[in-house]
């Protein structure tokens, strides 16, 4: 069974950053694919960013040139680096990592974008 944990979310004024931190236990991390998905209240959840196991990375259009997603294998940590950040990317941020062809989600770290 695959564990995740997100940490790092928090109140933030537009135009500010954070960095989101997703920490994994269980299994052979450095195999996994990694997401970041956000949802908001009576939105469905939206798939932000990816990092495939050989560290190739893709993002939606509305975060590409802000977010950042990376990871550290030897830590069994992935990251994501949110800058210029928008009233609209307030949301409920969730780690999900894909093994085994089995998705396992965090339990979601909350980020609110507001002056």
């Known amino acids: 069974q695959v564990q995740l944990v997100e940490s790092g979310g928090g109140l933030v004024q537009p135009g500010g950053s954070l960095r989101l931190s997703c920490a994994a236990s269980?299994?052979?991390?450095?195999?996994?694919?990694m997401d970041w998905y956000r949802q908001s209240p009576g939105k469905q959840r939206e798939w932000v960013a990816g990092?495939?196991?050989?560290?190739?990375?893709n993002y939606t259009d509305s975060v590409k040139g802000r977010f950042t997603i990376s990871r550290h294998n030897a830590k069994k940590m992935m990251y994501l680096q949110m800058n210029s950040l928008k009233p609209e990317d307030t949301a409920v941020y969730y780690c999900?990592?894909?093994?085994?062809?089995?998705?396992?989600w965090g339990k979601g770290t909350l980020v609110t974008v507001s002056s």
């Open positions: 999900k990592a894909r093994f085994g062809g089995v998705d396992y």
């Open positions: 269980g299994s052979i991390f450095s195999f996994y694919d």
């Open positions: 990092i495939t196991s050989g560290g190739s990375t």
